[in-house]
């Protein structure tokens, strides 16, 4: 077909201009071994399962997607902190030109890590509680060698201002911050080494719905004020709504629907987006009375012994046998810019 | 109107720790009418669980007591009934769903072991009867092959069916009162549309009251009559779904609904948020709670602990001392949610 990803990109470590990164074919799987003494794989959980997708400069991808649907596998792969089975990261540093990320040597990822930073979604488990907030900020910088002591220190005082805490706070331990103050925290440490592309792994997942909302509306002024591009990793779409430019869902290691924002939750076409779409609550009685949902039968199947064909097939709606059970759907370009993996898709308004 | 099924008056229930005392609850009153479905929304740290906590009787001395307050179900003062007792009442007239499936059913024990002893303790039925009565409530449940599922363990089902036990667990026994503290919030969401609607569903047909415990206000706007929303062990505003989501009085209740981010809509460039955090429940500062992050509080909001009185629409409560006065339109979206301040941080 003339519509797929590769044919279209001929050579995929040519990155046009406005793409940050790509990322090609990404596997990843973890072996399952059996065995006190003699281990033995007997297994593999593909938790992620030949994705494709771009990233475009200066824009927030939203990836959602269900708990072992393998987005925050997707996100630690594509910075290598967990190696790729197979496939390619190509990633436009500012330092080294386009860089394969999934096969560069330690040298060349240690100057990527520059560039690349990731926020985590425990803002209580991911701060050392022994190190005050100033050594939590200038590790990074510590790691990689930049400045001394004082312009380290100076650096640190500026970011707390950049992310709305005070430079007194520099001496504080993580304890004695809240978890939205805390995850200010970790993303000044993240912003340390000025990066031009930050992974956001649930990072409002676990805050209370006012301090969500302040951290989101940091998180906006900070891409406005530095350029960032941001790979956003959620459950929750309403936030991923707010916040993205365009939207990838995945189910089961695979990505089923890429679309923009807009014409995701307006003309989404895959029917787990659709039934997705349709189970986010909306805060306004009248609606919620009225809205017909999608009710999926059973739970998500285990990604170790994926089913065959479309991996949707076992608790989809309109899946037809002999077909969905059979032919993996390719993913597709159906409109321009809104890709697709489905064999029946259908625009359906789910959201009101 | 009719007699309340449930009814709390001035409820406080305080713990003491290391800091100083932690007024959780701090004198709530609210009635809940036979089949009435309320919610109970607020922020972490509001309140929320320790209220249905102290209902069910599970408040332990000496970290916590309920130091005020009557708890009357079906005219009865829970608070006075011995150990015995209440345990008739928990699990049998009222039963409670929790957040953790997981780690509320025993591992060692098969799910239908479990349901078996929570029906002998509670009817006075033979075993070979509690296991018939079992096997109809996980199908009621809609857990598929319910006959062979009772030899099967907790870790043997996913989340969402384990779920789905703990609910056949909590309406075996046919309570009229149900209280489900953040049943959902630990699952996937379209686990927790098949959930709630089969929460709904038998809530329903049998007339059960239900005390939902959440944060999602979603979910509240799908399932429940009436909402209470807490702040800091106080309720700040409650009345029905339809006054709380469309007429709000307190500036509370509006900075929450301003502040989610909706799925039917894209809301102008920032969302609207509440400045600062939520109060510490060990010092609280005399007078409103709410009054440090509050637009629109003057002199006597830092005297004086506003009680419930009605305003707005008819039968909503707010404690507020400028309710009725206030344009809470006015309350735009700014920047100064950026800068938290230096006596924000918590000591």
Redesign the interface.
């Known amino acids: 077909m003339s519509d797929t990803v590769e044919e279209v990109q001929v050579d995929p470590s040519q990155l046009p201009d406005d793409i940050i990164m790509r990322v090609n074919h990404l596997v990843k799987e973890f072996p399952i071994s059996k065995g006190v003494f003699f281990k033995k794989q007997v297994g593999a959980v593909q938790a992620v399962s030949d994705i494709s997708f771009e990233i475009r400069e200066g824009e927030t991808l939203g990836l959602v997607g269900?708990?072992g649907c393998g987005k925050s596998t997707t996100a630690r792969t594509v910075l290598r902190l967990l190696e790729p089975t197979a496939g390619d990261v190509y990633f436009r540093s500012k330092e080294r030109g386009v860089v394969n990320v999934a096969t560069a040597d330690r040298r060349v990822l240690n100057d990527i890590r520059e560039e690349i930073q990731i926020v985590f979604q425990d803002p209580y488990a991911s701060l050392n509680p022994r190190m005050t907030v100033a050594s939590i900020i200038a590790e990074p910088m510590t790691v990689h060698d930049e400045g001394n002591k004082q312009s380290r220190l100076d650096r640190v005082k500026e970011l707390l201002k950049v992310v709305?805490?005070?430079p007194?706070?520099a001496n504080?331990y993580p304890h004695?911050?809240?978890g939205?103050?805390r995850q200010?925290i970790g993303i000044a440490r993240a912003l340390a080494l000025r990066p031009t592309f930050m992974v956001l792994d649930e990072p409002v997942s676990a805050l209370?719905?006012?301090?969500?909302?302040?951290v989101?509306?940091?998180l906006?002024?900070l891409q406005e004020e530095f350029g960032l591009t941001y790979l956003f990793i959620a459950?929750?779409?309403?936030?991923v709504?707010?916040?993205s430019d365009r939207v990838a869902v995945m189910y089961l290691g695979k990505m089923v629907e890429l679309a923009d924002?807009?014409a995701l939750?307006d003309r989404p076409m895959h029917p787990y987006t659709h039934?997705?779409?349709?189970?986010?609550?909306?805060?306004?009685?009248t609606?919620?009375?009225q809205r017909e949902?999608i009710?999926?039968e059973g739970?998500?199947p285990h990604p170790s012994n994926p089913p065959s064909g479309c991996r949707f097939h076992t608790r989809c709606p309109v899946a037809q046998e002999g077909k969905c059970d059979v032919d993996e759907p390719e993913f597709r370009e159906l409109e321009p810019d809104h890709w697709v993996a489905c064999h029946f898709p259908e625009i359906k308004q789910v959201?009101? | 109107m009719t007699e309340p099924l449930l009814s709390v008056d001035n409820l406080r229930t305080y713990f003491s720790t290391e800091e100083g005392i932690v007024r959780a609850v701090d004198g709530i009153s609210f009635d809940l009418a036979p089949g009435e479905r309320r919610g109970v929304v607020g922020?972490?740290g509001s309140g929320k669980s320790v209220t249905a906590m102290s209902i069910m009787g599970l408040i332990e001395p000496p970290a916590g007591e309920i130091v005020t307050g009557e708890i009357l179900f079906r005219g009865q003062n829970l608070l006075s009934l011995g150990e015995d007792e209440m345990q008739d009442i928990r699990g049998g007239q009222i039963a409670m769903i929790f957040q953790d499936p997981m780690t509320a059913l025993n591992p060692v024990y098969t799910v239908g072991d479990q349901l078996v002893e929570t029906i002998v303790l509670h009817q006075d039925v033979s075993k070979t009867e509690a296991r018939e009565i079992a096997i109809q409530a996980l199908d009621d449940v809609q857990i598929p092959n319910a006959k062979e599922k009772l030899f099967d363990y907790p870790h043997q089902f996913?989340g969402?069916?384990r779920q789905r036990v703990m609910i056949a667990m909590g309406l075996s026994c046919n309570p009229e009162l149900l209280i489900a503290d953040e049943p959902t919030t630990a699952l996937?969401?379209?686990?927790?549309?098949?959930i709630?609607?089969l929460m709904l569903q038998l809530a329903d047909d049998r007339g059960t009251a239900v005390l939902l415990i959440t944060?999602?206000?979603?979910?509240?706007?799908?399932f429940c009559d009436t909402v209470q929303v807490m702040y800091a062990g106080g309720i700040v505003e409650a009345g029905t779904?339809?006054d709380i989501?469309?007429n709000p009085q307190h500036p509370y209740t509006w900075?929450?609904?301003g502040?989610?981010?909706?799925?039917?809509a894209?809301?102008q460039?920032?969302?609207?948020?509440?400045?600062g955090?939520?109060p510490s429940v060990i010092d609280l500062p005399p007078g409103c709670r709410f009054r440090p992050r509050c637009a629109f509080a003057t002199d006597i909001c830092g005297r004086i602990l506003p009680q419930l009185r009605e305003a707005g629409n008819e039968g909503q409560t707010v404690a507020c001392h400028h309710a009725d006065e206030m344009d809470l339109k006015t309350l735009a979206v700014d920047?100064s949610?950026?800068?938290?301040?230096?006596d924000e941080?918590?000591?």
């Open positions: 269900e708990s709305g805490l005070s007194e706070h504080r004695e911050f809240s939205g103050q200010r209370d719905v006012s301090i969500q909302a302040q989101l509306n940091l906006d002024d459950h929750d779409l309403s936030v709504r707010h916040i924002r807009d939750y039934a997705l779409l349709s189970a986010v609550p909306i805060p306004d009685p609606i919620e009375h949902r009710l999926l739970d998500i959201v009101v | 922020e972490s996913s969402g069916m996937d969401v379209t686990t927790q549309a098949q709630m609607d944060h999602d206000l979603g979910v509240v706007a799908g779904a339809d989501f469309y900075g929450l609904l502040s989610m981010a909706r799925l039917d894209v809301q460039d920032r969302l609207h948020s509440i400045a955090t939520p920047s949610d950026r800068i938290v301040k230096q941080v918590v000591s």
